[in-house]
T-cell receptor, first 114, second 116 residues
Framework: EAQVTQNPRYLITVTGKKLTVTCSQN?????MSWYRQDPGLGLRQIYY???????DKGDVPEGYKVSRKEKRNFPLILESPSPNQTSLYFCASSWSGQNTGELFFGEGSRLTVL | AQTVTQSQPEMSVQEAETVTLSCTYDTSESDYYLFWYKQPPSRQMILVIR??????QNATENRFSVNFQKAAKSFSLKISDSQLGDAAMYFC?????????????FGKGTSLLVTP
């Protein structure tokens, strides 16, 4: 089954404790991206990757890091989480950087930073 | 700034009736793509319909259709024969070009309630 898998789905952590949200896709997609969703703000892009070893900042990259060492994986790293990073996070992928086709989303990861 | 605006935070429709969700966007590009995504309570983001700006014909997918007005920069979603399962948050989205990382720029969403 074609899918984007995120883990963990739910996480409560404390300020400053490093965490990683993993994302994996099994569709051989070149393009992967991270979004955060906050009430009243819709979804905003954090980082994206056009292909392996190619990453770039989106609209709200502060406080986040990513890496793309393999085509299928695109982890989101919070080195020192803060309460303003409490949010619902989505990983997404598509065939190409032009993103003219469907963007496949993971099921979301609900992160709470205390 | 290029933005997507959904002016209706909440909408309500009776089962079997038709409802239209509005979306306007601002862009200086001539070739782009527009999308409607559905987010049910499960939070999963599901693509409902896609429109290529270079196509004049409005996209349709079963009970879902769009009214794409390029000059007016308007992209409304019509849901016909509404069903209880259509209740969800609906997001209009526009895809930017290379300089913006081909990011989907989302509106803030319209919450659709379907009543029996």
């Amino acid at each position: 089954e074609a899918q984007v898998t995120q883990n963990p789905r739910y996480l409560i952590t404390v300020t400053g404790k490093k965490l990683t949200v993993t994302c994996s896709q099994n569709m051989n997609h070149e393009y992967m991206s991270w979004y955060r969703q906050d009430p009243g703000l819709g979804l905003r892009q954090i980082y994206y990757s056009m292909n392996v070893e190619v990453t770039d900042k989106g609209d709200v990259p502060e406080g986040y890091k990513v890496s793309r060492k393999e085509k299928r994986n695109f982890p989101l790293i919070l080195e020192s989480p803060s309460p303003n990073q409490t949010s619902l996070y989505f990983c997404a992928s598509s065939w190409s950087g032009q993103n003219t086709g469907e963007l496949f989303f993971g099921e979301g990861s609900r992160l709470t930073v205390l | 700034a290029q933005t997507v605006t959904q002016s209706q935070p909440e909408m309500s429709v009776q089962e079997a009736e038709t409802v239209t969700l509005s979306c306007t966007y601002d862009t200086s590009e001539s070739d782009y793509y527009l999308f409607w995504y559905k987010q049910p309570p499960s939070r999963q983001m599901i693509l409902v319909i896609r429109q290529e700006a270079y196509k004049q014909q409005n996209a349709t997918e079963n009970r879902f259709s769009v009214n794409f007005q390029k000059a007016a920069k308007s992209f409304s979603l019509k849901i016909s024969d509404s069903q209880l399962g259509d209740a969800a948050m609906y997001f209009c989205a526009y895809v930017f070009g290379l300089d913006s990382g081909y990011a989907l720029n989302f509106g803030k969403g319209t919450s659709l309630l379907v009543t029996p």
